[in-house]
């Protein structure tokens, strides 16, 4: 079965850190695009980051410079380290599989929350 | 960024009706390969998205053939043949034509 599991949300404090992880299964993980989309109440659907089969990686501008993806093929596993956390980074963070017909495979979603 | 706007925002249809969405972008999202970039997801009740359409048009796989994409440029719609209770839940346009993927605000589709 194709599977994305992610994990690593919490609750932290503004300015902290957290790092997620997203495990992939039932697919060949080296060979897709990878994708890190979030959910939150005020902004619905965002995406946050790509990162190519090469290493190649992509943000969006709210998170440029405070967010890092990256994947070791060897464990079938994708990562954001997240830092300098806002409070308008709370959200649901979902990892996806971009195949040749979009994201077609979709995590059940990290909770981070933001908050003092 | 390309804007995705949708309507209606909610929807409340009785089982066995039709049911129609519609997703407008700022700009139109057909590539120079041909390709249109445009997409629809389905988000049930306490799951992630799931992709229905891709590229317009094409159902992806294990989807319902009651749900049909149509559209070119920047107008898109969804159309729903028969309502069941199964299509409940909230109803997403994505764009990939450039970066940043963006979404339109959603559609929930609830049953009378």
């Known amino acids: 079965e194709v599977q994305l599991v992610e994990s690593g949300g919490g609750l932290v404090q503004p300015g902290g850190s957290l790092r997620l992880s997203c495990a992939a299964s039932?697919?060949?993980?080296?060979?897709?695009?990878m994708r890190w989309v979030r959910q939150s109440t005020e902004k619905g659907l965002e995406w946050v980051s790509a990162?190519?089969?090469?290493?190649?990686?992509y943000y969006s501008d709210s998170v440029k410079g405070r967010f890092t993806i990256s994947r070791e093929n060897a464990k079938n596993s994708l990562y954001l380290q997240m830092n300098s956390l806002r409070a308008g980074d709370t959200a649901v963070y979902y990892c996806?599989?971009?195949?040749?017909?979009?994201?077609?495979?979709w995590g059940q979603g990290t909770t981070v929350t933001v908050s003092s | 960024e390309i804007v995705m706007t949708q309507t209606p925002l909610s929807l409340s249809v009785t089982p066995g009706q039709p049911a129609s969405i519609s997703c407008k972008s700022t700009q139109s999202l057909l590539h120079s390969d041909g390709k249109t970039y445009f997409y629809w997801y389905l988000q049930r009740p306490g799951q992630s998205p799931q992709l229905l359409i891709y590229q317009v048009s094409n159902r992806f796989s294990g989807v319902s053939d009651r749900f049909s994409g149509s559209g070119s440029g920047t107008d898109f719609t969804l159309k729903i043949s028969r309502v069941e209770a199964e299509d409940v839940g909230i109803y997403y346009c994505m764009q990939a034509l450039q970066p940043p993927l963006t979404f339109g605000g959603g559609t929930k589709v609830e049953i009378k």
């Open positions: 990162i190519g089969i090469a290493g190649d990686s």
């Open positions: 039932g697919f060949t993980f080296s060979s897709y695009d």
């Open positions: 996806a599989r971009s195949g040749s017909n979009g994201m077609d495979v």
